[in-house]
């Protein structure tokens, strides 16, 4: 009871305090903070109005000019300001106000960085050109040469670790990697990722996150790792663009073009970008197999083909971002792709069994397919009162179609006899993609900071082939040849992560993540029992940094990710390349688990190197399979018995004043896998340097070398590469446009060479692909160069869409 009355009592003199207080003329007090390093804006930080003894009166946010606006009724009297902002230190000032006031303007608060950053180094002045945080290496293109007249894959090329081949793949380490830009899917893959990527310009970009082994935060898909490219975000008001246009000729013409805009004002935030490209290619191909069986001996297969393609794609996307309020923002995005392509592709086959020419015959395959890929998504963030305490939440619809078909026409002479043969494969595939995340931060002390998350997503699959021969002038199915596969995938996972800055030089990560993965694949046609999956996997992950000294920083760093395989390689369809080749997805394979450790160490924030060792079960490849009765060559995926693999990499890039740049990358990997009685392991070497000079004032130029070595490639050897580019830029008087003239392959001298030793199978085979390429692109600014890029986040269906394959 006595409780009961005090806590009355309380209740009502805190009444009558405030209904006094609210009896007082209304002041608004109004600012701007700003960063005392940079005098850039500081925004949504916390400024709050107290009475001296501490009791809160009022606080706001500031917005993201640094702007705020305090309004409460106050008496004459002293009162408290206060700033609080993550990563800055407390700001606060008292605040005396006089009879008879109702306006007042604070003057400008400046806020000092506070001693340590939640995975932020803090770098006093200029930053460097390679910063290595808890869990990522930054690659700051922003300092850059190269950054002012080069796209963005020549972008990449620089950054430590990255590997960009002629075929315009991207790896990191030597293992394929996801690409998003400010955190957000591009949803493209392999040529045409590369050409969205052209369209876009390094001026636009601030940095290039790398992260070999990505935080629990992540999807646990994928042991290759991420890059996200960050780009500037300056905090003007306005409109600005970039409009690419480049032409180019190898044996054949070549086109792109591309736009990206920006749009900022108080309430919204626009961004957009759109792109074409037309690419028409030849390629030549030479394959040797030798075949040795038990019951007919020593067979050679010898194939020489050649291929010409058109490949033409278009692209756009446009995200919305409206901000509700300084602490909510409400955005929209809408993303599609459109592709078409066509070859025609020779080939002569000669078989000779027991040196004795049995076989030969000629095939022209001539293939028309397109697919597009549509992707919606919706997020919301809030920020809190608490500095770095936000919530993010994201929704995604996806679809991804394709149909297309293939014609063979077939002559051959067998025992003497000619005859002729036609057949044509047709598809169909479409998968569509339902995800939701949900991400939270909250900082547990300034020095702390804990997130947690979680994700559902849905894939359905529905795949048909149908494939017909022509028998009597009529098109006949081949049912022994058709085939549909539907499958099915739900994935629920959540994580939680933790850092903290234990010490001046030490910081700590640790993080943990759980998957569990519900999938069935079925095909009506083979009326085979559905193949049924539910597991559920753990996948921690920790990070170790030391800042020894200025000039020394060390990281230690592990993950355990998850190997999926895409969906095309889950499908068993059969797919013929041609009369004695095939392809075929494998509805059994199991998902690999790596468990990867890697060692880094920086000098000067400047030379990077690094050491790892990863230890993969079931990792996955494809492999060669021949029937001793049809002498039909099949490549399928099987899961190898284990396999290890080791890294060293190193990025050092050196400046001769300021006309002179040259980088220099180097990686050196050694793989060790196994199935059954076959052994895959060797050396694998990826090096590129480029030197880039400034000429006079508007001129630059640019050589780079690469050479690439694989001795052990699944069960495959790729024989040394060596090639050379060449490239001339000049910017003009605007200060907006730019020339470039670039010449990929100089000496043609890029191609694959590879030989595969499996089982009873020999195979060499050589593949070149255009390779001498001449390319003039020009591009111009538009509009306020200055102004800050739309908030754009992740979508919720990355690691979904990343296993789509064209």
């Given at each position: 009871m006595k409780t009961l009355l005090t806590l009355t009592l309380v209740t009502l003199l805190q009444l009558i305090s405030n209904l006094a207080w609210a009896q007082s003329p209304t002041v608004t007090i109004s600012g701007q903070t700003l960063n005392k390093e940079d005098k850039q804006a500081a925004g949504f930080a916390t400024v709050a109005l107290s009475s001296l003894s501490g009791q809160n009166l009022t606080s706001t946010f500031s917005d993201e000019q640094g702007k705020f606006i305090l309004a409460a009724p106050l008496a004459p009297g002293s009162y408290l300001v206060s700033v609080t902002a993550f990563t800055f230190e407390l700001w606060a000032d008292t605040l005396h106000l006089a009879a008879g006031t109702t306006t007042v303007e604070l003057p400008v608060i400046s806020l000092t960085k506070a001693a340590f950053a939640l995975k932020e180094a803090v770098v006093e002045g200029a930053k460097p050109l390679i910063e290595q945080q808890i869990d990522k290496l930054v690659f700051n293109v922003a300092q850059s040469p190269v950054a002012a007249n080069g796209n963005l894959v020549e972008v990449l090329q620089r950054a430590p670790g990255v590997q960009v081949d002629n075929s315009d793949k991207i790896t990191l380490k030597g293992k394929p990697v996801t690409v998003t830009i400010d955190g957000k899917q591009t949803h493209l893959s392999g040529e045409q990722l590369a050409n969205y990527l052209?369209?876009?310009?390094?001026?636009?970009?601030?940095?290039?996150?790398?992260?070999?082994?990505?935080?629990?935060?992540?999807?646990?898909?994928?042991?290759?790792?991420?890059?996200?490219?960050?780009?500037?975000?300056?905090?003007?008001?306005?409109?600005?663009?970039?409009?690419?246009?480049?032409?180019?000729?190898?044996?054949?013409?070549?086109?792109?073009?591309?736009?990206?805009?920006?749009?900022?004002?108080?309430?919204?935030?626009?961004?957009?970008?759109?792109?074409?490209?037309?690419?028409?290619?030849?390629?030549?191909?030479?394959?040797?197999?030798?075949?040795?069986?038990?019951?007919?001996?020593?067979?050679?297969?010898?194939?020489?083909?050649?291929?010409?393609?058109?490949?033409?794609?278009?692209?756009?996307?446009?995200?919305?971002?409206?901000?509700?309020?300084?602490?909510?923002?409400?955005?929209?995005?809408?993303?599609?792709?459109?592709?078409?392509?066509?070859?025609?592709?020779?080939?002569?086959?000669?078989?000779?069994?027991?040196?004795?020419?049995?076989?030969?015959?000629?095939?022209?395959?001539?293939?028309?397919?397109?697919?597009?890929?549509?992707?919606?998504?919706?997020?919301?963030?809030?920020?809190?009162?608490?500095?770095?305490?936000?919530?993010?939440?994201?929704?995604?619809?996806?679809?991804?179609?394709?149909?297309?078909?293939?014609?063979?026409?077939?002559?051959?002479?067998?025992?003497?006899?000619?005859?002729?043969?036609?057949?044509?494969?047709?598809?169909?595939?479409?998968?569509?993609?339902?995800?939701?995340?949900?991400?939270?931060?909250?900082?547990?002390?300034?020095?702390?900071?804990?997130?947690?998350?979680?994700?559902?997503?849905?894939?359905?699959t529905n795949n048909d082939m149908q494939f017909d021969s022509l028998r009597q002038q009529v098109w006949r199915p081949e049912s022994l040849r058709s085939n549909s596969f539907d499958y099915q995938e739900q994935i629920n996972a959540a994580y939680v992560n933790m850092s903290s800055q234990l010490s001046a030089k030490l910081g700590v990560q640790l993080g943990l993540r759980g998957e569990q993965t519900i999938s069935e694949g079925y095909s009506p046609t083979l009326k085979a029992e559905p193949v049924k999956r539910d597991y559920f996997q753990l996948f921690p992950s920790a990070f170790l940094s030391y800042q020894a000294s200025e000039k020394h920083q060390y990281g230690l760093s592990y993950s355990r990710r998850i190997g999926r395989p895409s969906y095309k390689d889950l499908n068993p369809f059969v797919y013929y390349i041609d009369r004695y080749t095939t392809d075929q997805g494998n509805p059994y394979i199991r998902p690999s688990l790596t468990n990867s450790f890697e060692f880094n160490y920086m000098f000067a924030q400047q030379y990077s190197f690094s050491i790892g060792y990863q230890e993969a079960d079931d990792n996955f490849e494809k492999v060669i399979l021949q029937d001793e009765q049809t002498r039909e060559v099949r490549q399928v995926y099987q899961n190898f018995d284990n396999a290890r693999g080791y890294t060293f990499s190193a990025s050092v890039p050196v400046s001769f004043g300021k006309y002179v740049s040259v980088y220099n990358n180097l990686g050196v990997y050694y793989i060790d896998q196994k199935l059954g009685n076959v052994v895959s392991e060797g050396f694998a070497v990826m090096a590129n340097s480029a030197a880039y000079f400034k000429i006079l004032q508007k001129y630059s130029a640019e050589v780079s070398g690469t050479y690439n070595y694989n001795g052990a490639y699944g069960v495959y050897q790729v024989k040394p590469n060596v090639y050379f580019n060449l490239g001339v830029s000049r910017e003009f008087n605007d200060k907006r446009s730019s020339l470039r003239l670039s010449v990929n392959d100089i000496f043609n001298t890029n191609q694959s060479d590879l030989t595969a030793r499996y089982g009873n199978v020999d195979l060499n085979s050589r593949y070149r692909w255009e390779g001498r390429k001449v390319k003039l692109s020009f591009s111009y600014r538009l509009g306020n160069q200055n102004v800050k890029a739309a908030n754009r986040k992740s979508t919720s269906s990355s690691e979904e869409q990343s296993r789509i394959k064209e």
């Open positions: 052209k369209s876009l310009q390094g001026a636009t970009v601030e940095k290039v996150e790398i992260m070999s082994n990505p935080s629990a935060k992540y999807d646990a898909q994928g042991a290759g790792g991420m890059l996200n490219i960050v780009t500037k975000r300056d905090k003007k008001l306005g409109f600005s663009g970039v409009l690419t246009q480049g032409v180019g000729y190898g044996q054949h013409g070549k086109a792109n073009t591309g736009f990206t805009f920006n749009y900022k004002s108080k309430k919204l935030g626009i961004f957009g970008n759109t792109g074409y490209s037309y690419d028409k290619s030849s390629n030549e191909s030479t394959i040797t197999r030798n075949f040795n069986s038990a019951e007919s001996g020593r067979s050679n297969f010898t194939q020489e083909g050649t291929g010409l393609t058109r490949a033409q794609g278009g692209n756009a996307r446009i995200a919305v971002d409206y901000y509700l309020n300084p602490t909510s923002t409400l955005g929209i995005m809408a993303s599609g792709n459109l592709n078409k392509n066509s070859s025609e592709d020779k080939s002569i086959t000669r078989i000779q069994t027991q040196e004795v020419l049995t076989d030969q015959l000629r095939q022209l395959n001539e293939s028309d397919s397109k697919w597009q890929r549509t992707t919606f998504n919706i997020n919301y963030k809030k920020r809190f009162a608490t500095p770095g305490q936000e919530l993010t939440v994201d929704g995604d619809l996806s679809r991804y179609a394709a149909d297309g078909g293939i014609q063979y026409t077939t002559r051959f002479a067998e025992t003497g006899q000619l005859n002729e043969q036609l057949a044509r494969n047709l598809t169909e595939t479409d998968i569509h993609i339902k995800s939701f995340k949900l991400d939270y931060a909250h900082p547990l002390s300034e020095k702390t900071m804990l997130e947690t998350g979680a994700k559902v997503s849905v894939v359905t």
